[in-house]
T-cell receptor, first 115, second 114 residues
Framework: NAGVTQTPKFRVLKTGQSMTLLCAQDMNHEYMYWYRQDPGMGLRLIHYSVGEGTTAKGEVPDGYNVSRLKKQNFLLGLESAAPSQTSVYFC??????????????FGDGTRLSIL | AQSVTQPDIHITVSEGASLELRCNYSYGATPYLFWYVQSPGQGLQLLLKYFSGDTLVQGIKGFEAEFKRSQSSFNLRKPSVHWSDAAEYFCAVGANSGYSTLTFGKGTMLLVSP
């Protein structure tokens, strides 16, 4: 049982390059989330999805796009990477939203550096 | 909108001593409350959660937390800390509705001294 798997685990980009982070979950969860974690800032929600084909903006969505074409996958895209996007990115999933009395399950993170 | 404050950035506790990590939240109604722990290089692991009912919540690894509505607090406690408890701890709050999302505090780093 893999849970939530993030790929890649590490990546270095140059400013202006694009890339996609992949999150896959094998728990048949409806909800999926992308967070970024910066020192002293805790986790901040970038985008989330309440089901296949849906996406919604979180607290810090600018500069990112997401897609949820398949229920088990949630992709986070950076179209033109900027040094301010250097961070550790976490994906999470949950069976339902918080009203369903279910916690979020987290992946191990992707450490992204942009030079 | 909800918010979370963890007043202590770092805390150092001697092994075997008791621990209390503070968490204060801001939300207009009774929120959903969580404590997560993050070991270096790892994702977040849920320690415990409060949705309703008994205000003293038991979690994994011997942790407990108490919801105090009058103080808007959800402090995490452990009676005897082990060296393996050294990690970063995050409090999180969510609105009690189906489409709500979590808001995390900035975290408290726990250091355990011998």
């Amino acid at each position: 049982n893999a849970g939530v798997t993030q790929t890649p685990k590490f990546r270095v980009l140059k400013t202006g390059q694009s890339m996609t982070l992949l999150c896959a979950q094998d728990m048949n969860h409806e909800y999926m989330y992308w967070y970024r974690q910066d020192p002293g800032m805790g986790l901040r929600l970038i985008h989330y999805s309440v089901g296949e084909g849906t996406t919604a903006k979180g607290e810090v969505p600018d500069g990112y796009n997401v897609s949820r074409l398949k229920k088990q996958n949630f992709l986070l895209g950076l179209e033109s990477a900027a040094p301010s996007q250097t961070s550790v990115y976490f994906c999470a999933s949950s069976p339902q939203g918080l009203g369903g009395n279910q916690p979020q399950h987290f992946g191990d993170g992707t450490r992204l550096s942009i030079l | 909108a909800q918010s979370v404050t963890q007043p202590d950035i770092h805390i150092t506790v001697s092994e075997g001593a008791s621990l209390e990590l503070r968490c204060n939240y801001s939300y207009g109604a009774t929120p959903y409350l969580f404590w997560y722990v993050q070991s270096p290089g790892q994702g977040l692991q849920l320690l415990l959660k409060y949705f309703s009912g008994d205000t003293l919540v038991q979690g994994i690894k011997g942790f407990e937390a108490e919801f105090k509505r009058s103080q808007s607090s959800f402090n995490l406690r452990k009676p005897s800390v082990h060296w393996s408890d050294a990690a970063e701890y995050f409090c999180a709050v969510g609105a009690n509705s189906g489409y709500s999302t979590l808001t995390f505090g900035k975290g408290t780093m726990l250091l355990v001294s011998p």
